[in-house]
């Protein structure tokens, strides 16, 4: 049988990832602000530069997503 220690992050662990989820976060919308900037100095969604930067931003979105699922509540 486990150890409850082993099972319970430790509150260093806790701040650790709150740290890390909200770095995330601001990054993420960082990169949705470049997004849309991108896009309206291309004019159109079909533009490689557009479409890259988007590229970039789902995966980012897609790691939040994950973080989602691993906790218990989404953020």
Known sequence: ?????????????????????????????????QLIQLYCKEGSFSSEKVVKKSQELDKYIVKIQKMGKDKKYSI
Do not use: K
């Open 1 to 33: 049988m486990p150890q409850i220690n082993s099972i319970i992050p430790s509150w260093a662990d806790e701040v650790q990832n709150t740290q890390y989820e909200n770095e995330l976060l601001d990054a993420t919308e960082a990169l949705r602000q």
